[in-house]
Structures are given as structure tokens and as C-alpha cells.
């Protein structure tokens, strides 16, 4: 019994130091402006921390780092609208993130980018929808930049999941 209560209170303190380290990253994304010159477009620091959850812990995990995330940027920086759109293309992202690493576990790159380009695409339609237009002459700048952003993504998190400090490629045979 006593096994037990640690490994939930570890699991507890591993996500909320995750919350707070996703949190920080957009923080500080926000704070250096760390934007490229097209509106909309970020680099996404903050999915770091998603990405790194979803491949060291658990999907599950993953989903409670970004809705923590999400509830904590809206409330100290955010507004109905943003909190609309993150919400929709974090929502998005993930869910092509989860499906894509089921199937393809290694390839934590490939499903980075995916889940920048679908994230842009999430927050395109929920826009389309609050401005009651479809922006579709945008799309090709949100794919790029969702490409160039999970790509950077993707190579920063791999890197670290494959450092010593988290046990090299033993990484990916963790919990899905």
C-alpha cells in the first residue's frame, strides 16, 4: 500500500513540476516575444513540455500538462478568444499527436510536426468560426510555420529524451 501512495504521489509532483515547466516555457515565449513577423505563428516552446509528457509519462499525462497549461495562461495572461483558440488547437494537436505516436513511436519528429501543423489548423477553424469567415488564404503560412515550429519542437525533445538524464532510447518503451 505504502509502494502505491508513492508512485502517486510521484506521479502527481511529475506532472504538476510539468504544468509549471510549460507554463514557464510560455511564459518566457511571451516575454522575449520569440515570434516570427506573421501573426499567429509561434515557435510553441510550451509544447516542449507537452511532447516531452506525451513520450516520457503518458498521454494521459500529456493531456493534463496542456490542459493545466491552457487554464493557467488564460488566467494570468489570457482572454475568452485566445482561450478559444488554444484550446481548440491544443485539443486538435494532441489528438493527431496521441494517434500518430500509437502507431508510428519512434518517429517523435515527425509527430511533432504534425501536431504544429495541426494545432494552426485548430486555431484557423476556431477563428473561421468566431469570425464567422473561413481564412483560407492564411493556411499555407500556418502550415509552414507549424512545420518550421514542430520541427524545432521535435529535434529539441528528442534530443533530451534520448540524454543520459532520462535513460536514452529506453524512452520510447515507457507507457503509451
Known amino acids: 500500500?505504502?509502494?502505491?501512495?508513492?508512485?502517486?504521489?510521484?506521479?502527481?509532483?511529475?506532472?504538476?513540476?510539468?504544468?509549471?515547466?510549460?507554463?514557464?516555457?510560455?511564459?518566457?515565449?511571451?516575454?522575449?516575444?520569440?515570434?516570427?513577423?506573421?501573426?499567429?505563428?509561434?515557435?510553441?516552446?510550451a509544447n516542449l513540455a507537452i511532447l516531452f509528457t506525451m513520450y516520457y509519462c503518458s498521454s494521459k499525462d500529456a493531456f493534463l500538462?496542456?490542459?493545466g497549461r491552457l487554464v493557467l495562461n488564460s488566467i494570468l495572461f489570457g482572454n475568452v478568444n485566445s482561450l478559444i483558440y488554444s484550446v481548440a488547437g491544443g485539443s486538435l494537436s494532441f489528438i493527431i499527436m496521441m494517434i500518430l505516436k500509437k502507431f508510428f513511436p519512434k518517429h517523435i519528429i515527425y509527430v511533432s510536426i504534425s501536431g504544429g501543423v495541426f494545432h494552426n489548423i485548430g486555431q484557423l477553424l476556431a477563428a473561421s468560426i468566431v469570425m464567422n469567415t473561413f481564412l483560407s488564404w492564411y493556411m499555407p503560412y500556418l502550415i509552414i510555420g507549424g512545420i518550421l515550429a514542430g520541427l524545432f519542437n521535435g529535434i529539441v525533445?528528442?534530443?533530451?529524451?534520448?540524454?543520459?538524464?532520462?535513460?536514452?532510447?529506453?524512452?520510447?518503451?515507457?507507457?503509451p
Open 157 to 175: 525533445c528528442s534530443r533530451l529524451l534520448k540524454s543520459s538524464w532520462f535513460g536514452n532510447d529506453d524512452i520510447f518503451h515507457k507507457s
Open 65 to 67: 500538462v496542456l490542459m
Open 1 to 45: 500500500m505504502s509502494n502505491r501512495k508513492n508512485n502517486s504521489a510521484k506521479k502527481i509532483a511529475t506532472v504538476s513540476v510539468l504544468i509549471a515547466v510549460a507554463f514557464v516555457l510560455s511564459w518566457v515565449e511571451m516575454i522575449l516575444s520569440i515570434t516570427p513577423p506573421i501573426p499567429g505563428i509561434k515557435i510553441g516552446l
